[in-house]
């Protein structure tokens, strides 16, 4: 009972957690695709840029927004933790640089004020867009609308405020964000001309593929790749990073159904141990039952048919607690755990499994006693 309730539960917190996390990769950006400058190696559980490449730039984007079908939107992308000033408090925050496309490729939505034009985009405008995180720690809350803000002593006044979005799929902060225009991050704060990444929204989920690898192809063409020259950028689709993390999510689902799989073992030597008991407490029972006629076959079936019992009833038992520890759990507040259908037909069976693997011993030690010696038994 307690390892099918055990292996339900976790089920259920493996099932939650990989839903939640295609949930958090879903509102990451509808149909996105990512474009890193160099090759991206996953370190500590994290994708991250191996060496510093330059090649690029804003003009790939205007580009690939016209040479590439498929793509709905493309936006630069460039992020730096930097110091921001307001007044007199100093706050670490991610400062960033992107267009107006941003919104859309990364699914941001503005809470209040508005976000920065086209032509504050051209003229490289000192305006930028905040997220709650930023607004909680750097102004403690205050409304920053047409407040202003310091990035490396350059003043930057705020007109907009982001929606809450929460955490990404590598737990960091999506509300922890300045972005101000791109051009603007490049020539004032930066002092550069290449960005790091180029984020773009295919036209639909069907398509990401064949947009990635002509988007592959223009780039490699642009950067005058020789044929067997590595790619100087990493394209990461939202399949890509779906089945990455499912993949993960998966291997952590088994390690703790697993771990809790080693309670159905000892719940099975318990089985065994209370079948050699019966067998040797109903020693005289099996010789009168020889003595009629009874086969070695009838014996074993009836102590089979005992410990596939025992199994089914403790089985049932136990996904009638784990069902209910799941649903239980779900009602008062722990969002993560999701019942998984195949958990308990999975345990219906293992439980009579269990019954069969562990009452065979017992079943054919009874059927082998000789029905003389055991009505001397007393």
Not at 27 to 38: Q, R
């Amino acid at each position: 009972m307690i390892g099918i309730a055990a292996v339900i539960v976790m089920v259920a917190i493996g099932k939650g957690s990989q839903d939640e996390v295609m949930t958090v990769i879903a509102k990451m950006g509808e149909n996105l695709l990512t474009i890193n400058a160099g090759e991206m190696k996953r370190r500590g559980g994290r994708l991250r840029l191996s060496g510093n490449v330059t090649t690029l730039n804003l003009r790939d984007v205007g580009y690939l927004s016209k040479e590439v079908s498929g793509i709905t939107f493309v936006a630069p992308f460039e992020i730096k933790e930097m110091k921001v000033k307001y007044l007199q408090v100093l706050t670490s925050t991610n400062v960033a640089g992107s267009t107006l496309e941003f919104l859309e490729t990364r699914n941001y939505r503005i809470a209040s004020g508005e976000m920065f034009t086209e032509m504050d985009q051209k003229l490289g405008a000192r305006v930028g867009v905040v997220g709650k995180t930023v607004i909680k720690n750097m102004l403690g809350g205050e409304d920053p609308l047409g407040k202003t803000v310091r990035i490396n002593a350059i003043p930057f006044r705020i007109i907009g405020i982001f929606e809450s979005k929460g955490l990404d799929s590598d737990g960091i902060d999506q509300d922890d964000i300045l972005l101000i225009p791109i051009k603007s991050m490049l020539r004032r704060i930066l002092n550069q001309n290449y960005i790091s990444t180029i984020y773009a929204k295919a036209d639909s989920r069907r398509n990401i593929e064949r947009v990635a690898a002509k988007i592959k192809t223009v780039l490699r063409d642009r950067h005058k790749i020789a044929d067997d020259a590595e790619n100087d950028f990493t394209i990461i689709s939202q399949i890509d990073l779906e089945n990455l993390k499912a993949e993960t999510s998966e291997l952590f689902t088994r390690l703790i159904v697993g771990v809790a799989a080693i309670s159905l073992v000892v719940g099975g030597i318990g089985i065994l141990a209370v079948m050699l008991i019966s067998v040797k407490e109903r020693t005289h029972e099996i010789g009168i039952r020889r003595a009629v006629g009874a086969t070695k076959g009838d014996i074993v079936g009836q102590f089979l048919f005992e410990s596939i019992l025992i199994g089914l009833f403790g089985g049932f038992f136990g996904v009638v607690l784990g069902v209910g520890i799941t649903f239980g759990a779900s009602t008062w507040g722990a969002e993560n755990l999701l019942l998984d259908a195949n958990s308990i037909y999975i345990s219906t069976s293992v439980c009579m499994m269990i019954g069969v693997i562990f009452g065979l011993f017992p079943a054919i030690k009874a059927s082998r006693l000789d029905p003389m010696v055991a009505l001397t038994v007393e």
